[in-house]
């Protein structure tokens, strides 16, 4: 076989692994709420400034420090919900569009007058460490990305299900009414549910920061790849960002090894026009059309 064809398939799987991870909390918040977070890439930024500005002061590894950007953001995202955005809950859906891309440009504006133009990166021990099997280049800090990204959708999963507070969160995506009936706050569910999406972001945002530039404006690019993923796998079904964010990583990782940069960004949103049209429910046709 090509090693070319492996190497870019490796590197495209890699990419989605991360996609995934965080996509889950755009897929989770739109999946309880249906709201369409615009703000959802600030807070990969926040999480990899968070990461960034331990590693500078404390020579702290980012992975060792994400669990304090989860804690940060999940406080910043349940605040958010909670006084903000719950006030426009139950209003039209492009009440919630136009609140959160007023938080995107608001919070990307408060990164760049605090912390200016200039990029930054986060160089490890590690940062350059590669693995070499069967002529195949894996990258060590992007392949341990990869692994923690799988453990956190596994472990957003397992809470879902398994616990009485995802139950809750479940139950009030399925249907509110009824879970109000219940004795369920739907209101205080929201806000939980915000504060994890949040947190799952900030965490993906520590993890990529050994292998990224990290700059204030960086957060839109990664909420319109968010919403390619969640579209792909479908809206609100949380499994179906692994295969989202894979897709899209080994499609955008053929068509620039075979291709072009550039090409590789025209193809993502062709992927993206098809599924809408032929599949809007997503490649396994379970997410939410509508």
């Known amino acids: 076989m090509d090693t070319l064809f492996v190497q870019a398939v490796v590197n495209g799987l890699l990419q989605g692994g991360f996609y995934a991870a965080f996509s889950a909390g755009f897929s989770l918040i739109f999946g309880v709420m249906g709201v369409v977070n615009l703000a959802h890439g600030e807070l990969i930024m926040l999480g990899a400034f968070t990461s960034y500005w331990v590693f500078a002061y404390f020579n702290v590894d980012p992975y060792l420090s994400a669990p304090l950007a989860m804690a940060l953001l999940f406080a910043f995202g349940y605040l958010i919900q909670k006084f903000v955005i719950n006030r426009v809950i139950e209003q039209p859906h492009i009440m919630s569009y136009i609140l959160t891309f007023g938080i995107h440009l608001m919070v990307a504006n408060l990164a760049l007058q605090v912390w200016t133009h200039d990029f930054r990166s986060?160089?490890?021990?590690?940062?350059?460490?590669?693995?070499?099997?069967?002529?195949?280049?894996?990258?060590?800090?992007r392949l341990l990305t990869f692994f923690l990204a799988l453990a956190v959708v596994a472990c957003l999963w397992f809470f879902l299900s398994r616990t009485e507070t995802g139950r809750a969160i479940r139950a009030t995506a399925m249907d509110k009414e009824v879970a109000r009936l219940m004795g369920v706050n739907v209101r205080e569910i929201y806000a939980i549910t915000f504060g994890i999406g949040a947190a799952i972001t900030g965490l993906a945002g520590a993890f990529v920061s050994p292998f990224v530039i990290i700059y204030p404006e960086m957060g839109l690019g990664y909420t319109i790849l968010a919403f390619c993923v969640v579209v792909l796998g479908g809206m609100g079904y949380?499994?179906?960002?692994?295969?989202?964010?894979?897709?899209?990583?080994?499609?955008?990782?053929?068509s620039t090894t075979y291709l072009s940069a550039g090409i590789s960004v025209a193809i993502t949103f062709l992927i993206l026009f098809v599924m809408l049209i032929f599949r809007p429910a997503g490649i396994v046709g379970k997410g939410t059309v509508a």
């Open 238 to 254: 949380m499994p179906g960002v692994l295969w989202g964010g894979f897709i899209l990583g080994v499609a955008q990782s053929l």
């Open 122 to 141: 986060v160089t490890t021990s590690y940062s350059g460490y590669n693995w070499f099997i069967w002529g195949i280049n894996i990258p060590f800090a």
